[in-house]
């Protein structure tokens, strides 16, 4: 198996202004209606991209791999390659569901090239064989007790003008599961080389989840009927995957397996190969995109120094100096942009229900707060019913189980569950969406800001009357506005027409 990557390292030399505004910027940061690239566009879509029947600069990891799926030998090295087809995910797809292997020779009669069929069949074939080895590849993954978090995720199209029309989910294949799993296998293979040669590098690390995270943890999955022992000591990525597995397909699925991932540590990229815990590797680190992230750049520089020869004391104190800064640069910059990627498919959302308000759609209940329901539609769209428009009843909120329950009427909303829901309103600004039972009608703000209270720890809401025996009895009561925002913490007694403030009379 080979795996080539074009040498970007060539083109962005260490020290340089390209190099300095890469280090700047760290990745590439991918909007839902742009891309802000890492490299100047002429390097990322030109003379770096890897265009079918174009001599490239690259470097190649080439691994021979033996039946059980483990890398008997392999080499690194600076190459040129050609590429013969460029083939997209849909017409591979084809090829494994339907043996249709039309794009594959359209993309070589693209290029000019005679014998056409016998070229299709044998890269037919190897796309063949290269799916069995992916599967290999990928049962030797959950062996071993590697995590994989599969969340569902939004694909967004735009108008010509930039506005949401349509929004669906983006579908995971057996084509894109391929490049995936060939990907890891290089980014270990290039880690343990550079572990076992000493050369400075930067690696991707994920530490073990902390104890106390983990136990608690194993505290709420418990009030759902899920037993899991972190035990005393570090717990192992195949304990998690289990977890996941028992959730598989049950109500509360979404909800807590982005628990789960919240519990973990977050990976960051360091000059010490201390192992990735989601993953289940001891060697991990980003060789695979150096057009996009710098960390794949700086590995490429030092496999480069050593290949040529130039590694020697002078490069290692420079770089020994130099990577533990690039490397805490790069985990900052990627957090920075992972954020305002999120925020961007939160805004395109709110436009795209902006235009839906007042229409009616079924969801799933997500999450539960005490101040609201999380109601997830089909298409990752999500919105909020706040608990001051539930106007059956008063509802109380458990928070080891996550309901709510109807001091009347005793109903129930829990994960899972199904529910009517009418848009109420968006928020671009806030990129916030409010959603209605449906059927229901909003109370007006005056009442629900003088009507709605939330006890402390139970979540239970009071009415008026209510309020003066809390008093007397000392009970501790947060006022909410009607979007839910705390307004005071200590008493009842505030009607939220005074701002809160902490003991030394601060805002």
């Known amino acids: 198996m080979t795996e080539k990557i074009a040498d970007v390292a060539e083109y962005v030399k260490e020290g340089s202004a390209l190099d300095k505004e890469a280090f700047n910027r760290g990745t590439s940061v991918y909007l839902a209606d742009r891309v802000i690239p890492m490299l100047p566009r002429k390097l990322s ?25 483990e890398v008997s030998e392999y080499e690194i090295s600076e190459s ?20 249709d292997d039309s794009e594959i020779a359209q993309s070589l009669s693209w290029q000019g090239y005679r014998g056409i069929k016998g070229r299709t069949q044998k890269l037919a074939g190897m796309l063949r064989n290269m799916k069995k080895l992916a599967a290999q590849l990928r049962e030797n993954r959950e062996k071993r007790g590697s995590i994989d978090f599969d969340f569902p995720e939004a694909k967004i199209v735009l108008d010509e003008m930039g506005r949401p029309v349509e929004i669906s989910l983006r579908e995971r294949t057996d084509a894109t599961d391929l490049i995936e799993d060939f990907m890891l296998l290089a980014n270990e293979t290039v880690a343990r080389h550079c572990v076992y040669l000493e050369i400075p590098s ?57 628990v789960v991932l919240r519990s973990m540590q977050k990976a960051q990229y360091a000059t010490g190969c201390e192992g990735h815990f989601g993953l289940a590797l001891k060697y991990y680190c980003h060789f695979t995109s150096p057009i996009r992230r710098y960390p794949d750049l700086l590995v490429h520089r030092s496999l480069k120094y050593w290949l040529r020869g130039e590694m020697d004391e002078s490069a290692v104190d ?43 759609y079924t969801g799933t209940i997500s999450g539960i707060t005490g101040w609201g329901i999380y109601v997830e539609l089909p298409d990752t769209v999500e919105g909020m019913i706040r608990i001051s428009d539930l106007t059956d009843d008063f ?10 329950v109807g001091e009347h009427t005793g109903r129930t909303y829990m994960l899972g569950q199904t529910m009517n829901v009418t848009v109420a309103g968006v928020d671009t600004a806030r990129r916030t969406i409010d959603f209605m039972p449906e059927g229901s009608e909003r109370r007006d703000d005056a009442e629900q800001d003088h009507r709605h209270f939330v006890k402390r720890g139970e979540g239970r809401k009071e009415s008026d009357p209510d309020r ?28 939220g027409r005074k701002k809160h403030r902490d003991r030394k009379g601060r805002k």
């Not at 501790?476 to 307004?487: E, S, V, W």
């Open 395 to 404: 509802y109380a909120y458990d928070e080891k189980r996550y309901i709510l």
């Open 80 to 99: 040129i390659i050609h590429v013969d087809a460029r083939l997209s995910y849909n017409g591979v797809m084809r090829l494994f569901e339907e043996n």
């Open 318 to 360: 420079r770089l020994n100096l130099y990577l533990p800064g690039a490397a805490a640069r790069s985990s900052a910059m990627e957090q920075r942009a992972a954020e305002v990627e999120r925020e961007t498919v939160k805004l395109k959302k709110a436009q795209y229900m902006e235009e839906r308000v007042g229409e009616n």
């Open 45 to 69: 879509n030109g003379i770096c991209s890897l265009n079918a029947g174009e001599d490239r600069l690259a470097m190649s990891c080439v691994m021979t791999i033996d039946e059980n799926g």
């Open 468 to 495: 003066e025996k809390g008093r007397r009895n000392g009970r501790k009561k947060l006022f909410l506005d009607r979007t839910g925002r705390i307004l005071a913490g200590k008493s009842g007694r505030h009607t």
């Open 202 to 258: 930067v690696y991707r690390v994920h530490e073990v989840p902390a104890v106390d995270k983990m136990k608690e943890l194993a505290q709420l999955v418990r009030g759902f009927g899920y037993r899991f022992k972190p035990g005393q000591g570090d717990v192992h990525p195949s304990q998690i995957r289990n977890l996941l597995g028992k959730m598989k397909d049950r109500p509360e699925e979404a909800m807590l397996s982005r």
